[in-house]
């Protein structure tokens, strides 16, 4: 739940400063970073056409985080996502990294940790292994030429009851308090 529920604006000026009408100052992106770590609700608009621009800029805020010797997101997941753009699932995956983070974050008192990831289980790791590496198999596919609409179709129908599989454990551990299996 977020801290403030009424979102504060942030206008995004031509010469690339950030302008918080809540403080009535200009901010920097390690401030929109502490924004985010403090879960307070903003959106950025651009400040001559009115556009949303938050994920553009929430993305750079990331990059200048990768830049800085402070790297999270592998190469080759970089790659991976980088080929979903403009595929017919690219929806479907955002929807699911969302998803994913969410679940990743409400395992993990008080945020990420070094053993929060351990508190995934092996199984939810093994489930985003699958899920990565239908992704890599869609390219090769795609590479090969022989990307058939039947083959896809029931890729993205094993994924699907993949999901749904490990959706219910986790809500059937959720009811007993203990680990499914």
Do not use: H, W
Not at 26 to 52: C, H, P, S, W
Not at 78 to 90: A, H, P, V
């Amino acid at each position: 739940m977020s801290v403030s529920s009424v979102p504060v604006i942030i206008k995004k000026y031509a010469n690339r400063r950030l302008y918080d009408t809540d403080l009535s100052a200009y901010i920097t992106l390690e401030n929109l970073m502490d924004m985010v770590k403090q879960d307070r609700a903003f959106v950025i608009l651009d400040a001559r056409t009115g556009d949303d621009i938050t994920r553009g800029v929430l993305a750079q805020v990331m990059l200048e985080e990768e830049t800085r010797g402070r790297a999270m997101l592998p190469v080759a997941f970089l790659r991976q996502l980088i080929r979903c753009y403009g595929d017919s699932m690219q929806g479907e995956v955002s929807d699911y990294l969302e998803r994913m983070m969410t679940e990743f974050m409400d395992r993990s008192p008080g945020g990420v940790t070094p053993d929060g990831l351990d508190g995934l289980g092996q199984e939810n790791a093994a489930v985003v292994r699958q899920a990565m590496s239908l992704f890599t198999s869609l390219y090769a596919v795609e590479r090969t030429g022989n990307r058939t609409v039947e083959n896809l179709l029931q890729e993205i129908m094993d994924l699907r009851q993949q999901v749904a599989a490990l959706q219910a454990r986790l809500d059937d551990e959720g009811r007993d308090g203990t680990p499914g299996t």
